[in-house]
Structure formats: C-alpha cells, structure tokens
C-alpha cells in the first residue's frame, strides 16, 4: 500500500497534557501508510506550539479553533476534509500497540465490516486492564410497547493474563471512539455525525445508525489500544473538562438520545440523571477531598467535605461555564458536506 487508505483523525477527548506521548505513539507504532488530521480545540499555548511545530515536521493538517470542541463537532471538521477509503477516529489520549491500524483495516477487508474496534485497555501500565472488547446496544420492546435500550461493554476490568478471557474476531453491536475505524462511504448515506449529542453516547448512537443502515460492526482483538485518564488534572486541562463532562451536556444528550430513537425514559436513563457529575467528582473534587481531609481515611469526613463544601460550589460553576459556552458556541451551525466526487473515486 504506498498510497494511503486510511486517514487517522486525532480529536480532543477530556484533556490536553497527554498530547505528545499519545501523538508521538501514533507514529511509532503505526506501520501502514497514513493521513493524519489533528482537531486542536483550544489548548493550552505549550500544546498548541508542540502541535504547529509538529504539523510541520511530519507533515499532518492542523486545524485548530479558539474555543473548546464537543467531540461530534470536532470529528465533524475533521471529516469534512478526508478524502480516503477508511477514516480511524482516535482520542487524543490513546497510546496503540504496534501494528494496530493494520489490523484494524484487515479485519474490515476481510469481513467488509462498516465499523471495526480494537480491543481497548484502559489506565496504566499499558495494554493489561481491558476498558472495551465489543458489546450490545440495540433496542428492545417490552410487553408494554415500550421501546428500551440495552446496552452492554464486555470484558471491562477484566486482565487480558486472566486464562478465563477469551477473545477472538467476531461482529458485534458497539464499538467506542477511543479508537473506531470507518469506511468513509458510510457517511454518504447517513451524513456527518449528530452535533446535538455533545458529551455521550454519541458511540452508541452512531453505531446504532449504521446498523440500521445495512452496515456491520467488528471486534478486532489483534488490535490493541490502550487509553490514558488521569487524577488528578492539570490546572489547564480543567475548563475543558468541566465542560466536556458537565451536567447540561450530558442531559442534553440523553434528551437527543430518546428523542431520536423514540426511547422510554426507563431505568437506564433514571440511573444516568442520578449519575450526573460523577467524573468530576472523581476525577476534580475527589483529590480536592483527601488534601481537605489532611489525609484521614473516613468516609463520613469525606462525604461532609465533598457534598457538604465542595459539590455544590462546582455544581454552580459548572452551570456558569456552560451557560457561557452555550451562547457563545451552540447556536445552530451549518455542517460543511463530504466532497462527493472524492467520495465517489475511493
């Protein structure tokens, strides 16, 4: 393959501050020929610098915007300029084991899969503690013609030396986009990504779509990804995050979700409302706590200082950056198309 098939687009997730080790793994552990297009959402001048100079040494595009970037938005403005047969969609927070595109665009070759994911790993150290290897999400009618959805992810927390876990090719429903292969012809018949899922199950939904469609979804398991959250945050990194997992864009996408698919609101959707803010309470409040709590080990104390102090002052600033955000960045914007005739000659 001396020209390139596939076109990595590399988007913003949560964070900043794992950009070089994701980005420079990405080229050391990508043998196959490759475009790469960088979404840079509003980083940090350290990182936006690394990215200019970057973009110039290897010779990828760069666009770059001065706000921050819900992740449809921002595969969106990468997609409009790939001109490939595949499209990969990567984290900006992901680090692949050799050989990981390959594999991926094998499996689609070989089984003329729509979609194809990599068996994904999560934290460090890299490629032990599985995040993702496929899963369910379709929707079911219950007695009452109620339309529900089921979802599932395999294997998760599971260790790939466990003898119990057994993995092999296979087609599946769900596939995330840590890391998730496309054939680009798809999008002419669905058209680019929904923008008004900001925050989550945009994975879901997409691959429910294709689907639906005629398309398949693959497992691949001889690709393997690894992605890199952290606790806690950098200072830089946590407007973005606040806005990335805030409570209105994740409403606002459960609402779009039913909408769209005409869903019951069930106990799934109940559990999600009730789970509001979690990963900022993880991942923000959370070391906030213990440095509070001069390292006592007491779950009462704990809970006195995050709900009691520190809940409810992020909660309103949390409803004060999206407030912002939203009149400034949600107004209806008009997606540019796919080039058809590029389309039409892959």
């Not at 001065?66 to 300029?81: C, E, F, K, V």
């Not at 496929?134 to 529900?148: F, L, M, P, T």
């Not at 945009?202 to 469609?213: P, R, S, T, W």
């Not at 409570?247 to 959707?269: C, I, P």
């Amino acid at each position: 393959m001396s020209e390139p098939q596939v076109t990595i687009i590399v988007s913003p997730r949560e964070r900043f501050s794992y950009t070089r080790e994701s980005l420079e793994s990405i080229y050391e552990n990508t043998q196959v020929p490759f475009k790469l297009i960088y979404v840079d959402g509003n980083s940090p001048k350290n990182i936006r610098e690394y990215l200019q100079n970057q973009a110039q040494e290897k010779d990828f595009q760069l666009i770059r915007t001065d706000y921050y970037l819900t992740p449809n938005r921002a595969r969106n403005i990468g997609l409009a300029q790939v001109d490939t047969k595949y499209v990969a969609f990567v984290d900006n927070d992901i680090i692949p084991a050799a050989g990981w595109l390959k594999a991926l665009i094998d499996c689609s070759e070989d089984t003329e899969a729509t979609i194809v994911g990599p068996l994904m790993f999560q934290y460090l150290p890299l490629h032990e503690e599985i995040h993702f290897a496929g899963g369910e999400s379709h929707i079911v009618v219950d007695q009452k013609g109620r339309r529900r959805l089921r979802e599932k992810m395999y294997k998760q927390g599971k260790h790939i030396t466990d003898p119990r876990v057994k993995l092999q090719r296979t087609e599946t429903e769900l596939c995330e986009f840590h890391v998730m292969l496309v054939r680009t012809e798809i999008f002419q018949r669905l058209g680019m990504f929904d923008e008004q899922m900001l925050n989550t199950k945009e994975h879901l939904d997409f691959c429910m779509n294709v689907v639906k469609n005629g398309g398949k979804v693959y497992f691949e398991p001889s690709s393997k990804v690894t992605y890199v959250p952290t606790s806690p945050l950098k200072f830089s990194d946590l407007h973005y995050y606040m806005l990335r997992w805030s409570n209105a864009w994740e409403l606002e996408s459960l609402s779009r979700l039913r909408q769209k698919w005409n869903l019951a609101e069930d106990g799934y959707f109940q559990h999600k409302y009730k789970a509001l803010g979690w990963r900022r309470r993880d991942t923000i409040l959370m070391p906030i706590v213990r440095v509070l709590s001069l390292g006592i080990q007491n779950q009462f104390l704990h809970k006195v200082v995050m709900y009691g102090l520190l809940a409810p002052v992020e909660k309103l600033l949390n409803r004060y950056l999206t407030s912002v955000y939203a009149k400034k960045h949600l107004q209806p914007k008009s997606i540019p198309a796919i080039n058809q005739q590029q389309l039409s000659e892959v």
